[in-house]
């Protein structure tokens, strides 16, 4: 019983995923994998500046 | 400009003083300069595009290069328009060295949009002469440095500051320094471009050397931080820390669009004027040596070209498969998103070896 709907989880989770995925990478088909590689690192280095910036602005 | 409208409005709302604070506005001047970038960027590159401003790639350099022939070029045009117009949004306009190195970057960037433009729209393979481009750099170059040396106040501001001792400091002299700065700022441009030849290769490094001397910049116009540090104090100095935060963000933002396979090249117009930018920065902030340390990548790219071509005239043999150097990775094999994120990589720890050096002396 416990199996079964561990499995149902883990399958409800990898659904989720998937549409998620196709959510984020649907504005980004046809473009390679290096080039989606570094724009998910200059957005991090973005969200990085930003929570450190909050340093200094409080 | 926006500093001048917040100290005017901080009379009677005093929540605007916060304005005055330069980490603050160097934190807003990358993200204007990134907002700025991403805005102007897609459209332009479309307009390159169709005005078919495409880069002629060199017939001896690796095969895997001969997709990119035609790639929309003189994009750095857009990272000089976004660094420009931030720091004249956000930087002091009372500052002198901020003019120092507007005039530098835009003045490097002026002969890098004549040699692209006679390359490309012109479809003259030699561009500008190499003694023409020299010429002008020097005028730039020197103009810059005459104006730093005679309008220094401190002995300090023309000190030659040896990194990893906290007493070692020669004074150069006018002409002395005159000379090492002219040197520093067309060298370091020089190098940049030459750099400038995979997706992302200079850009990356030049964002994460110019984040590094905003720091130094930021430590050497901070009385108090100067002294604790034992670095010497260059009053105004810290307003660059605005230019080095644009100069981030306008990058990060142009690798959005260069990122391998490119969108957009930066040309000479953004490689010249961005390392010269670099290079003015680094004279101002008194970190020559250290510059050379967080552009070992650069350094390493030009001793290559250098040694290739003494060794082919002296023996007739070559050194290197291919110069500049990331070439010769290429052709052992490597690909080029390989290379260029091994260098990026190489780079970052240099960067960390240079900032060490605000700490260990």
Request: charged share 15%; with cysteine; net charge positive.
């Amino acid at each position: 019983m416990d199996h079964k709907a561990n499995d149902g989880l883990v399958s409800a989770e990898a659904n989720l995923l998937g549409k998620l995925s196709h959510v984020v990478f649907c504005g980004m088909a046809g473009r390679s994998q290096n080039r989606l590689v570094v724009r998910f690192w200059i957005i991090t280095m973005m969200l990085v500046l930003v929570g450190l910036s909050t340093l200094k602005l409080r | 400009m926006l500093l001048e409208l917040a100290q005017w409005l901080a009379k009677d709302i005093r929540a605007f003083n916060v304005f005055g604070y330069i980490t603050l506005r160097a934190v807003l001047a990358c993200l204007t300069a990134l907002l700025i970038t991403f805005v102007i960027g897609p459209a332009l590159i479309r307009r390159l595009t169709a005005y078919k401003i495409g880069q002629a790639v060199r017939d001896d350099g690796p095969r895997s290069h001969l997709t990119k022939a035609g790639t929309p070029t003189m994009g750095g045009a857009l990272i000089l328009a976004a660094v420009t117009i931030t720091v004249l949004l956000w930087a002091d306009l009372q500052n002198r060295l901020v003019w120092i190195v507007l005039w530098v970057m835009i003045g490097f960037g002026a002969i890098g949009w004549i040699d692209d433009y006679r390359k490309v729209i012109a479809r003259n393979p030699k561009g500008l002469s190499a003694r023409a481009k020299f010429f002008w750099q020097s005028v730039i170059g020197l103009t810059a440095a005459c104006y730093i040396a005679f309008y220094s106040n401190l002995p300090a501001q023309t000190e030659f500051i040896v990194p990893f001792f906290k007493q070692l400091a020669y004074p150069l002299g006018a002409f002395g320094f005159i000379v090492m700065t002219y040197f520093v700022i067309v060298g370091t441009s020089n190098a940049v471009n030459l750099t400038d030849g995979l997706d992302g290769l200079a850009i990356m490094p030049t964002v994460m050397i110019g984040s590094a001397l905003g720091v130094f910049a930021y430590v050497a116009g901070h009385a108090v931080f100067s002294k604790y540090l034992g670095f010497p104090y260059i009053p105004g100095a810290g307003e660059l820390t605005v230019i080095c935060g644009a100069i981030a963000g306008a990058g990060l933002a142009f690798l959005w669009f260069n990122a391998y396979p490119a969108e957009v090249f930066m040309g000479d117009v953004g490689a010249l004027a961005l390392g010269a930018a670099l290079g003015a920065i680094a004279v101002i902030v008194r970190q020559e040596i250290v510059l050379f340390i967080m552009g070992g990548v650069f350094v390493v790219e030009t001793l290559s070209v250098v040694l290739q071509v003494a060794s082919f005239k002296l023996t007739g043999k070559r050194i290197f498969r291919m110069a500049p150097l990331h070439h010769h990775y290429e052709l052992k094999g490597w690909k080029e998103n390989q290379v260029v994120v091994r260098f990026w990589i190489i780079t970052m720890m240099l960067v960390l070896v240079g900032l060490s050096t605000l700490k260990l002396r």
